[in-house]
């Protein structure tokens, strides 16, 4: 149990029935600001600036945007973005996206969030200056963080998809920017470009005090996890589901405190379980690792937090105790500092 767990079972009984305690902050660590555009707004800027949409009502779009069941593996989840990004004009259109991304954080009684984005993803559609997008971002998470009382920060993406030179420009442009951000990430497809092509890009990022979150074990297997671990310096994973088939994996997770960020419903539509029921997160508590529950990408997956809680969490196996303790290790996990962990737990009181 973690500390932040045994402060909230010293306040008292709660309903043991409840997915989500209110005792403790409701936190999303792993969603992608381009996959949480909110349909309305991709129609609104599509018509503003005459951009081609497959449809310009909501419904109609949902199908083409919005997983249904499955899609045909992570490259076809990661395709339907080209209509999120494709709205994405101008810096304006950019700063727009991530102000609603908080203002819809809040509407979903989230306390605090850690946004994630590629610069160079959302700028090459209509060939924005990378550098100029994560100012953006940053501008209208300030913005949304003060009208809002939500706490937010940012995580830079590099894309491994791109070449390794292509990740190096897209680091200049987060470092550039660095005061804005909390942490690395790297994306894409982790089968074709293996962690030790981007060792100098995160020492770079270490060496400018940022931590480091790698997308890894969802599509890949362990060694995926080892090598975000040890060659890119990883202290949380991005899903890290396929972990358990290593047990020397798992005991170095649980020893060294390195939470694991999963989102069900977006491993099911991605297909890398075949459905909640399948899903090892159940296991994985079980394991004793610490990991919490995530969106990922809401607007592709058509969720909120609360669905992860209340609907996909109960289907993959977790009671009420376990929501409890992965919504604790959300805290633990947090990229904050341990007094602003304590005022957000403060806030629930």
Same mark, same amino acid.
């Given at each position: 149990m973690t500390e932040y767990a045994c402060l909230i079972n010293q306040r008292g009984a709660m309903n043991r029935k409840s997915y989500i305690d209110p005792r403790l902050p409701l936190i999303d660590l792993h969603r992608h600001l381009d996959g949480s555009i909110r349909l309305e707004t991709v129609i609104e800027l599509a018509q503003e600036q005459g951009i081609d949409l497959p449809a310009y009502d909501v419904e109609s779009l949902r199908p083409h945007v919005v997983i249904d069941g499955k899609a045909d593996g992570l490259m076809d989840f990661i395709g339907r973005f080209r209509y999120l990004t494709a709205i994405l004009h101008d810096l304006d259109a950019c700063r727009r996206v991530a102000y609603e991304n908080v203002e819809?954080?809040?509407?979903?009684?989230?306390?605090?969030?850690?946004?994630?984005?590629?610069?160079?993803?959302?700028?090459?559609?209509?060939?924005?200056?990378?550098?100029?997008? %994560?100012? *953006?971002?940053?501008? $209208? !998470?300030?913005?949304?963080?003060? @009208? =809002?009382? %939500?706490? *937010?920060?940012?995580? $830079? !993406?590099?894309?491994?998809?791109? @070449? =390794?030179?292509?990740?190096?420009?897209?680091?200049?442009a987060l470092l550039e920017h660095r005061d804005h951000l909390v942490a690395i990430d790297l994306a894409g497809d982790e089968l074709k470009f293996s962690a030790d092509l981007f060792r100098e890009h995160f020492k770079r990022a270490r060496d400018a005090g940022l931590e480091i979150t790698v997308h890894a074990g969802e599509v890949g297997g362990p060694e995926s996890v080892w090598s975000a671990i040890r060659e890119?310096?990883?202290?949380?994973?991005?899903?890290?589901?396929?972990?358990?088939?290593?047990?020397?994996?798992v005991d170095y997770l649980r020893q060294h405190r390195i939470g694991?960020?999963?989102?069900?419903?977006?491993?099911?539509?991605?297909?890398?379980?075949?459905?909640?029921?399948?899903?090892?997160?159940?296991?994985l508590l079980e394991s004793g690792l610490l990991l919490n529950l995530n969106?990922?990408?809401?607007?592709?997956?058509?969720?909120?937090?609360?669905?992860?809680?209340?609907?996909?969490?109960?289907k993959a196996g977790l009671d009420p105790a376990m929501t409890r303790q992965a919504q604790?290790?959300?805290?633990?996990?947090?990229?904050?500092?341990?007094?602003?962990?304590?005022?957000?737990?403060e806030r629930r009181s």
């Open positions: 819809d954080a809040q509407r979903e009684g989230i306390d605090y969030i850690e946004l994630r984005f590629s610069p160079w993803f959302m700028s090459e559609t209509h060939g924005l200056d990378p550098a100029g997008v %994560v100012d *953006a971002v940053a501008d $209208g !998470i300030i913005a949304a963080e003060r @009208d =809002t009382g %939500v706490r *937010a920060q940012m995580i $830079g !993406i590099m894309s491994r998809t791109n @070449d =390794t030179q292509t990740c190096h420009r897209e680091l200049d890119l310096g990883a202290t949380r994973i991005g899903h890290g589901i396929r972990s358990l088939e290593d047990p020397a994996l694991l960020e999963v989102s069900i419903t977006s491993n099911v539509h991605i297909g890398v379980v075949d459905d909640y029921v399948d899903h090892p997160v159940k296991r969106t990922d990408d809401p607007t592709i997956s058509g969720i909120d937090l609360r669905h992860e809680y209340e609907v996909a969490a109960p604790a290790n959300a805290l633990e996990m947090a990229f904050l500092a341990d007094d602003e962990k304590q005022a957000l737990l």
